[in-house]
Structure formats: structure tokens, C-alpha cells
């Protein structure tokens, strides 16, 4: 039989959240790829559960809309219900979160995909990567084919080696009703790669027409929804609401008496869960004084009854988990559709990447999403847009994009991935951000859509509406820093609290004539009432930057400086920071080892981070 | 990671030991502008327009004690110096309490106590010495950074320590807390209320107040030698200590906290620099065996790093009992102790005590002289190196406490404001960096242990 050959720039493998951001932003910066996916009807999947955003989770998909990526966009038009979380407290922390349709988001999402120029999207089942030289020249698919490219970026999920578990019964796949691949977890140990294993669930799904709603607390959206993307006006589709009831004793009950059936209590399972997402078993187990747990009864979407039960994961036995939702409120007769199930799969430690996503040892190869430890479509994405972006930047032999710790949740995430590692699969915390008060969801666009612009990622309508705006924000600072109330500034003034645009139209007929947008006001308010503590935070960043700008180069040998401790060698040659500023916040490096750093690098390079000796 | 090449750093910089002149180093880009500050130049018009390195004789306005002291600076206003950045050293009269006070008062003015070999690191980095001078100044800091943290520490909360970490964890459940309200808002869990979270912090805040008044009582960050004499009652200290504080280098300071039953004065004993205290205090209370027992027993004694017992020439045969049994009661806490035969003067046909290294009558200039030698010798020339660095560290480790505690004020006077959560966590963290850079770093990750072992959060 005669092998199929296909030429692409790049390969992308795997439709979910991570593949389909660094598809679309590797088409977008010009490069011809090409999409594989094992189910063309499952791109843009939620595997899990039927909602995009949450506290921190809201502004990496504000991140990812800044740097013009597709989530937020896609978010928007398949919503169907929005809240902004954590309003109560200040701007900072005020987080966007969506229920979606689960279904409408996937086509929307596979619609994007089609429409996209340099863009192809293929069904294909990868059977191995070929390498030449430690470097990828592409990938062979089942069926007799094989896909030349330059680089090639993997996205595959929980799919590596999945298993499934549901009580003693054990399937292989990665997601209920679908397959697993074995060559690929085969193909990179042979290539070198460690793997490790981890756990995650999900629980089981409901048919709403057998819920008593009427025995739930009704949760709705927010009455003014705002939307994800800079780009989308106003959300105008109906909204649809949640539920809310709660484990009681008896459903407690019916969990010890079954423990010894469930995989994570027999042994079945042993890899490591997220702690932030236990299932009901482990909550029980580990939270006994507590009588009750929430649980969030979350419609999957418009044209479904289906109710997703947020906050029951499981992988109890299907008999123990019916007896268990017939014990809840609201539930006594409801059905399940689709029972819930913990599945294991094999990721690779991602201190074998740089903070490019180009693994260490194979040129042009990058990983993104969960394959990287992760758990969550937002950081699966945000890691997807990165490592797009990157791939891209080396074809075209240009400096690469990494984001800071100060510029982006995304430079977090991707930062904390490559210099610490994971111990349980890695998701999103607002205190995982040192400087939290800058990295808002309210200034994303402000961050990063310059960056877009510059690297091309943006196109022309979101980068004038961006001018627009920054234009305007602009006006507003120049007329409150102008205009004088009692004594001092407008802008001063407005420090206080309680005041606010609307206070300072009363006091002035001009700042009632200024005429920007209301979202450039806001954005005025938030960074005036910030002002102080972000001058802080920026005033601490500039110092660390210092450290942060003295590059390591790539060849440098660790284990040759006799005066860095043993452990410092070691660590160091293992994740080869690329800077001294990583370098320290690798764990159980000091300041002393640093300092040691700084001698030899400074030796090496002839770079003098001062500029002394004018 | 406190490594900023930018910040202006001091350290006392000359060499242990030598106590008639004191080197006190300050390096960074505002050198010039806090000295202007400080310091009244007799020649105003020199020290402003000179931009060579130059010498500059004036006063230096202390703050802490309020004081005046003549000092020299030689100053490098622009770069030319060894750390290739604007730099003086301070000249002046070498005794350790007014060292201390200088530095004190430098770190008012945001001064930053330099880490080990952080000025040979900036002389390096602006290519002033070589990569072989740098690494062997590096490599002994590295081997003593971490000895000398647990030293420091132990010297800085004495048997306090285990509070300062108890702090340190209850500051991380605070923090935990704090975070938890923050990052998990959607979940069925409580959050710590206002005024609880202002009652901890004060409570930490109180402990850490109380350790640092200690640490400054402690007197510990020049690292001058303490020497205690000690003897029973009538055994001739109070003349000893009085014809040892005639030494002209001494400056007699009355120690806050310890004036009551302790009389301490600085002496310079051979180039060491010495804290020497009397016990002559004890002596107008009750002169019972058990009362001066209990003394021995006191943090002072302990804290010594000499002890001269001093056995009186003409002690009664009850007295040379009681003595013998004070002596183990002393041996006891395993002291380094220096027996001496105090009154010799008075040694006609009495038998000299055996178990005396020396025999001292405070007439006989011959015999203080072999005294200081042997105080000299007791205490050893390594030694008090390594105590100076040890100082060194504790300084640092001070100035941490004190950054800890105006954040964690902050925090509370933010709380009382109405400041919300993600303001307040800025402070708190803040406190917690201070700490660690004493105890050892926290991290994200220790937070976030914290927040799934206590709340059960997963929606």
C-alpha cells in the first residue's frame, strides 16, 4: 500500500482546548498547519464541566482573548448563563465565570477552526513521532499516513493511557465513550521522556425532567452579564439558571458503607488527584465532621436536559451511586444519564520543557494543555496559545514569547509548570500570582493586546477598537489629573472610595462633557483606586528585574562550579532556568547559590547587569 | 531574594578585633544623599562639590541614641570605588556600642544590612577584582550562611526561637485564610471575619515586639565578647571591674533591662572588643549560697562567654566550702570559666589557691596585664571572628524582625480601614518575606497545603 505524505509548517495534535488555541494562533502568525484530531465531532470538547472561567480561571480567558485568542469570543456567544465571582471584594479579584452549552461551544469552536485561513482540520489517529537527529520532521498516522512538518505540538489530554474507573469496573479511554492511545506514552518514554501518572474525576449527569426543582435553591446569573471578550458588546441571550441542594447524613452514610468498593479507597486507583477537587468519597473521608456538601446542578445546555452535579465526582460502583443521588434533595427519583468516573492517564512532568513548551530534549516538539500535568480548559488553552505562538517564533528564528510573572497569569502558570514541576495536577489560584493586583481582568486587554498586535496574533478591527480605548483612557487621566477639587486633583479626590465618575460629573461640567467609554472610565476608577499598592508591586517588580535580565546561557554547566552546594548543581542542571530570576525560585535554591550565579555567568557572558563606569 | 545591586547596602567592615578605630562600609546609589542627611561636614562647600574620592571630617548625627560623634568619611561620590558604585566608609572611634548605633541609625534611613560578601559580589560585578579574589570570598560565605542563620537565631530569640516559628506558622494559617476567602469564594466554607483577623495579627505582632526589644537588650549585633565576674561576696569583684573599666578605651553604658543587679561596662582586652559585666549587684540583697546559686542560674550568666571566678585570698575555711560548691553549680552549664585568686596582696603565709590560673591584685600592674592576657586567651581569636559574623547575620536578622512587624501593623491598620482582603494579603505576605528571609522561605505551595487540609473545597 502507498504511504499518504502530507507537508505542513506545523502539526498540532489533539482538538481540545489546548490544540484548538495553538492551531488558531499558529495559522493566524502565518504558518500552514494542519489540526488531528481522533473525532473531528469532539473539538472544543468539555470533557468535564459545562462552565469556562471561575476566580482566576476568568482572567487567563480574559488573557487569552487579549492576545486575541478564541475562548473568550466562543464563550460569549454559547453562554447561557454569566456571573462575575468575588465582586463582593475589590477589583482585583472580580472573576468572570460562564455556564456554557456544551454542545453549541464545540460547534462554534469547530466553525472557527473551518473558517480559519492556513488551517487544516484532519481526522487522524497518531501512531508515532518520527525524529531525525533529536529533532521532529513529523508525525505517522494510523491508515498509511504520515505528516512532514517543522514542528509539532501535542495536546493530547487525559488520552495517554487512559483508564477509566467506575467502582471494580475498569475501561480504557479518556473520556467516557472513547478510545486511549498507547503509542504515543510509548513513543516518548522511548524517546527519553519521563511520564508520570495522575488522577482526576467527574460526576454523574442528570435528566432534568426526573429533578424536583422545586425542592432546590434557584442560583441565576448575573443581571447585567458582562461579557469574556473585548470584542463582544453586550451579551443578549436569555440566561439560563442553576440549581443548588447538598449531600445530607444519609447519602454520607451510604458512601462509608461502600468505601471498600471504591477505587480510590481499594487501591484500584494510585495516582495522584487534585486536592481542590476531591471526590464525594474523599470528602466524606476527609471532612467527616461536615454533614453536608454543596452540589451545583448545572444545565449542559439550550437543547439538552441534561444536568451536569457539580461537586459529587466519583467513582463509586453505578448501584452505589444511584442510591447515592436518591438520597439527595430534589433527587429522589432523578436519573442518571451518564455515570460518573475517575480516569487515570500518563502526563509528562513539565520541568522537561523551556518556558517556550519546547521540550528540552527533542527540537521542535511542545506539549500544551494537560499532557503538561494541568487540569482545566483555561490553562489547557492559555498553554495551547503560548505554545502556538512559540513554535511559530522559531520558524521564523525570532525571539520567543514568554510572559513574566507580572505581565500574565499565563506567565504564572507556564512559569511555576517548567521551574517547580507538579505534584498534583495544576490549576489556577489567584495566590499563586505575586502581584495579584496588577494582573486583573479588567486591564488583560491592557497587558497583553499590544503584544498581539505586535507579534500579529491580532487582527485590525480588535487592534483599532484597542487604540480606541487606550486613547480614551488616556483622556480620562489627562482631565482628572488636570482639573483641581479642594486643594488637590480630581484624581486625587477619586482615591476615596466612595467616589466615582459619577461623583466628579457633578463637580465638573467638563468631566460631564468627556466623552469615552464607559469600560475606559471604569478602568480609570480601578487604577486610581489602586494607584498606591500597584506603584508598590511595580516598584518591587523593576527591582527583581535586574536578576530577572541575566540570562544563563543554554550550554551552561551546573555541575562544573565547585562553590554552588550539591544540591543547588543539582537542581539546577535539571531545570536549567534561563535566567537568574528563575533560577532563584527554584525550590531550595538561596540567595547565597545566586550569588554564586552571578559571579560565573557574569564571567562568561562579560555582561555587567550595572551601569557603572560611565 | 534579596540580591538588588541597586539598594544601598552597610556593614561594619573593619577587621574583628581591633577596637581603637571602626570602619563602618556603605555602598549603592543614594550613599550620598542619606550621609547628607547625617552628616555635618566642617567643610560644607567640599563635601557638596568634590566628586573624586575624598576625605571629610565632620559629626554624625546619631538617632538612636540621640547623639552627635566626630567621625571621618572618605567618600566616593561617583563610581570609582571597590564596588564600582557610589561609596563611603565612616571612620571612627572603635567602640562596638557606637558602631552599633551608627548602623542602627543607617537603617532608619533605609539602608539595608549587607549579606555576606555582597560588597565583594557588587566589586566583582563592576569588574573591580578578578573571578579568583570573588570565589574565594564567595565559597566561605556559602559554607557559613547557614550555620551562621541558626547561630543568629539562636543568639537573636534566645530560647525564643521556637515563638518566632510559632509565629511564623500561625502568620501562614492567617495568610491561608485570607487566601482561601479569596480563591474560593464559590465554596461552603467560613472565612475569618475582620476583627478576628486583627486580633491574630496584633497577637503575633505583640510576640515579635517583645522578641526584637530582646534581641536589642541582647546587644548582640557588634559581637563583642561578654565576660562576667562573678565570686562570693567580699571576693574583691567590684575593685576588678573598676580597675579593668580604667582601660581608656572603655565607655561605661548602663545596659536597659539589667541595671538593677548588673553593672556592664566596654573594655578593649587585647584588641578584643569586651562587654564586661559586675556582679556586684547581687551583693545588697540576701548573701545566701542558694540565692547566688539561683543567680548563676540567670540569663546573664548563661549568655557569658567568659566567666572569672574570683576566689579571694582570704576566704574563711566555711566560705572555701561554700565557694567549691558555688563552682560546680557553675561547671554545671557548662561555661567557660577563668579562675582567678583575687586580693593577692593580702597572700602573706597563706596557702595560694591550686585550682586559680592566676593571682591578680588590682595594685599590681604586672598582674592585671597577665590577667588580660589570660581573659584574652580564654576567649579566643577564631572565635570571636566567627561571633562577629554571627553579629552580622543578627543585625540583619533584626532589621527583618522589624520589617515583619511594621507590615503586619499595616495589615491591621488596613483592616481597621475597611482595605479589602487582596490589599491586606499584600501586607501579610509582606510580614511573612521578612520572616522567612530568618527561618526560610514560605511558598505558594505551604499556603496552599494550608488552605486544602483545613477547608474542604471543591465545587
Redesign the interface.
Known amino acids: 500500500m502507498k504511504t499518504s505524505q502530507y507537508e505542513y509548517d506545523i502539526l498540532v495534535v489533539g482538538a481540545g482546548h489546548a490544540g484548538c488555541e495553538a492551531a488558531l494562533a499558529s495559522a493566524r502568525l502565518g504558518a500552514k498547519t494542519a489540526l488531528l484530531t481522533m473525532n473531528c465531532d469532539m473539538v472544543g470538547a468539555m470533557s468535564c464541566n459545562p462552565a469556562i472561567g471561575?476566580?482566576?480561571k476568568g482572567q487567563i480567558v480574559r488573557e487569552i482573548d487579549a492576545l486575541g485568542g478564541e475562548m473568550g469570543r466562543v464563550i460569549d456567544e454559547t453562554g447561557i448563563q454569566f456571573r462575575m465571582?468575588?465582586r463582593g471584594?475589590?477589583p482585583?479579584?472580580h472573576s468572570p465565570r460562564a455556564q456554557a452549552d456544551k454542545k453549541a461551544y464545540q460547534f462554534s469552536m469547530k466553525f472557527r477552526i473551518e473558517k480559519q485561513e492556513n488551517l487544516t482540520l484532519k481526522q487522524e489517529t497518531v501512531e508515532g513521532l518520527i525524529i531525525e537527529n533529536d529533532r521532529i520532521t513529523g508525525i505517522q498516522v494510523k491508515g498509511e499516513g504520515v505528516y512532514h512538518a517543522k514542528a509539532v505540538i501535542l495536546t493530547t489530554g487525559t488520552f495517554l493511557k487512559a483508564v477509566m474507573h467506575v467502582g471494580e469496573a475498569q475501561t480504557e479511554g479518556g473520556r467516557a465513550g472513547e478510545g486511549t492511545t498507547r503509542t504515543v506514552s510509548d513513543s516518548l518514554t522511548r524517546l527519553g521522556f519521563e511520564l508520570e501518572r495522575f488522577k482526576t474525576g467527574t460526576p454523574c449527569r442528570l435528566n432534568g425532567r426526573t429533578i424536583d426543582f422545586s425542592k432546590t435553591e434557584l442560583q441565576p446569573g448575573d443581571e447585567n452579564p458582562q461579557p469574556f471578550s473585548f470584542m463582544t458588546d453586550e451579551l443578549t441571550q436569555p440566561q439560563m439558571p442553576c440549581y443548588l441542594t447538598a449531600t445530607n447524613e444519609k447519602v454520607h452514610e451510604v458512601i462509608r458503607q461502600n468505601l471498600d468498593r471504591a477505587p480510590m479507597y481499594s487501591g484500584q486507583i494510585d495516582s495522584t488527584g487534585p486536592?481542590?477537587?476531591?471526590s464525594i468519597e474523599d470528602?466524606v473521608v476527609?471532612?467527616s465532621e461536615?454533614d453536608s456538601?454543596?452540589i451545583?446542578l448545572e444545565p449542559e445546555g439550550r437543547t439538552t436536559l441534561e444536568y451536569y452535579c457539580?461537586?459529587i465526582?466519583t467513582s463509586l460502583p453505578r448501584d452505589v451511586q444511584d442510591q447515592m443521588v436518591h438520597s439527595i434533595v430534589g433527587l429522589e427519583n432523578a436519573e442518571i444519564m451518564r455515570y460518573g468516573y475517575a480516569v487515570e492517564y500518563d502526563f509528562a512532568p513539565p520541568t522537561q520543557l523551556h518556558p517556550t513548551l519546547e521540550t528540552k530534549i527533542i527540537e521542535g516538539l511542545y506539549f500544551a494543555g494537560q499532557i503538561n500535568g494541568t487540569t482545566g480548559y483555561e490553562e489547557a488553552a492559555g498553554q495551547g496559545l503560548i505554545a502556538g505562538v512559540n513554535a511559530v517564533l522559531k520558524l521564523k528564528k525570532e525571539e520567543p514569547l514568554i510572559l513574566d510573572r507580572n505581565q500574565a497569569y499565563l506567565g504564572v502558570l507556564i512559569d511555576d509548570l517548567v521551574t517547580k514541576g507538579v505534584d498534583e495536577p495544576y490549576r489556577m489560584?489567584?495566590?499563586?500570582a505575586?502581584y495579584?493586583?496588577l494582573l486583573r481582568h479588567d486591564n488583560a486587554d491592557r497587558r497583553l493586546t499590544p503584544i498581539g498586535m505586535r507579534l500579529g496574533l491580532v487582527d485590525q478591527e480588535r487592534a483599532s477598537r484597542f487604540q480606541k480605548y487606550e486613547e480614551d483612557v488616556q483622556k480620562g487621566y489627562e482631565v482628572i489629573r488636570r482639573l483641581r477639587y479642594q486643594g488637590g486633583s480630581l484624581e486625587d479626590f477619586m482615591k476615596r472610595?466612595e467616589v466615582n465618575w459619577n461623583t466628579l460629573s457633578e463637580l465638573s461640567p467638563e468631566v460631564t462633557r468627556l466623552d469615552i467609554s464607559s469600560l475606559a472610565k471604569r478602568q480609570v476608577e480601578i487604577e486610581v483606586q489602586y494607584a498606591g499598592?500597584i506603584r508598590?508591586?511595580t516598584a518591587e517588580i523593576a527591582?527583581?528585574q535586574?536578576?530577572q535580565s541575566l540570562k544563563v546561557p543554554e550550554s551552561f554547566d551546573y555541575l562544573a562550579i565547585?562553590?554552588l552546594?550539591i544540591e543547588a548543581r543539582q537542581k539546577l542542571s535539571k531545570i536549567r532556568p534561563v535566567n537568574l530570576g528563575q533560577a532563584?525560585r527554584v525550590?531550595g535554591i538561596?540567595?547565597?547559590?545566586?550569588?554564586?550565579l552571578?559571579?560565573y555567568i557574569?564571567?562568561r557572558d562579560k555582561f555587567?547587569?550595572?551601569s557603572?563606569?560611565? | 531574594m534579596n540580591l538588588d545591586l541597586d539598594d544601598t547596602i552597610t556593614a561594619l567592615s573593619s577587621p574583628p578585633g581591633a577596637a581603637q578605630r571602626g570602619i563602618i562600609r556603605i555602598s549603592g546609589a543614594s550613599t550620598f544623599e542619606i550621609l547628607s542627611r547625617l552628616f555635618e561636614p566642617d567643610n560644607k562647600e567640599k563635601w557638596n562639590s568634590v566628586k573624586r574620592a575624598s576625605q571629610h571630617t565632620g559629626v554624625l548625627n546619631l538617632s538612636e541614641p540621640v547623639l552627635e560623634i566626630p567621625v571621618s568619611i572618605m567618600l566616593w561620590k561617583e563610581n570609582r570605588s571597590y564596588t564600582g558604585q557610589p561609596m563611603a566608609e565612616i571612620q571612627m572611634i572603635g567602640s562596638p556600642p557606637l558602631l552599633e548605633a551608627v548602623l542602627t541609625t543607617l537603617h532608619r534611613h533605609s539602608v539595608r544590612p549587607a549579606r555576606p560578601g555582597e560588597f565583594t559580589l557588587r566589586s566583582f560585578l563592576s569588574g573591580r577584582i578578578d573571578l579568583v579574589q570573588a570565589e574565594a570570598v564567595i565559597g566561605v560565605i556559602d559554607a557559613n550562611t547557614q550555620n551562621e542563620l541558626k547561630e543568629a537565631l539562636t543568639q537573636l530569640a534566645g530560647g525564643l526561637s521556637g515563638n518566632l516559628i510559632e509565629i511564623q506558622q500561625s502568620m501562614i494559617h492567617l495568610l491561608a485564610d485570607l487566601e482561601a476567602g479569596l480563591d474560593f469564594v464559590e465554596e461552603d466554607i467560613e472565612f475569618v471575619s475582620q476583627s478576628e483577623f486583627q486580633d491574630r495579627l496584633i497577637s503575633c505582632s505583640d510576640v515579635l515586639k517583645d522578641l526584637l526589644q530582646d534581641a536589642r537588650n541582647r546587644n548582640i549585633s557588634t559581637g563583642q565578647q561578654k565576660v562576667v565576674i562573678a565570686g562570693l561576696p567580699n571576693a574583691g569583684k567590684s575593685s576588678l571591674f573598676n580597675a579593668l573599666s580604667q582601660n581608656e578605651s572603655a565607655i561605661v553604658t548602663e545596659q536597659a533591662g539589667t541595671t538593677r543587679d548588673y553593672l556592664s561596662t566596654f573594655i578593649s582586652c587585647h584588641g578584643i572588643p569586651i562587654e564586661l559585666i559586675d556582679t556586684a549587684g547581687w551583693e545588697n540583697e540576701e548573701k545566701s549560697i542558694m540565692k547566688i546559686a539561683q543567680h548563676l542560674r540567670e540569663e546573664q550568666i548563661k549568655q557569658a562567654d567568659l566567666v572569672v571566678w574570683c576566689s579571694a585570698t582570704d576566704l574563711l575555711s566555711h566560705e572555701k566550702e561554700m565557694n567549691l560548691k558555688l563552682i560546680e553549680e557553675l561547671k554545671k552549664q557548662n561555661q567557660s570559666i577563668l579562675y582567678i585568686q583575687t586580693k593577692s596582696d593580702l597572700a602573706s603565709g597563706t596557702v595560694p589557691l591550686e585550682f586559680c590560673i592566676c593571682k591578680v591584685s588590682t595594685k599590681n600592674k604586672q598582674e592585671m596585664e597577665s590577667l588580660l592576657k589570660n581573659i584574652s586567651t580564654s576567649l579566643g581569636n577564631e572565635e570571636i571572628i566567627h561571633r562577629q559574623m554571627t553579629g552580622m547575620t543578627a543585625s540583619r536578622c533584626q532589621e527583618s524582625l522589624e520589617q515583619a512587624i511594621n507590615a503586619i501593623d499595616q495589615a491591621v491598620s488596613g483592616s481597621r480601614n475597611f482595605a479589602g482582603d487582596e490589599i491586606l494579603a499584600i501586607e501579610v505576605r509582606s510580614a511573612l518575606d521578612h520572616l522567612g528571609a530568618i527561618l526560610g522561605s514560605v511558598y505558594t505551595d505551604d499556603i496552599l497545603d494550608r488552605i486544602f487540609s483545613k477547608f474542604c473545597i471543591g465545587k
Request: aromatic share 8%.
Open positions: 471561575g476566580v482566576a465571582l468575588n471584594k475589590g482585583a479579584m486536592r481542590y477537587c476531591p470528602k476527609r471532612f461536615r456538601h454543596q451545583f457539580n461537586g465526582s489560584f489567584t495566590s499563586r505575586e495579584r493586583l472610595p499598592y508598590r508591586q527591582k527583581l535586574k536578576v565547585p562553590q552546594r532563584g525550590s538561596t540567595p547565597a547559590d545566586i550569588a554564586v552571578m559571579i557574569k564571567d555587567s547587569p550595572q557603572s563606569e560611565g
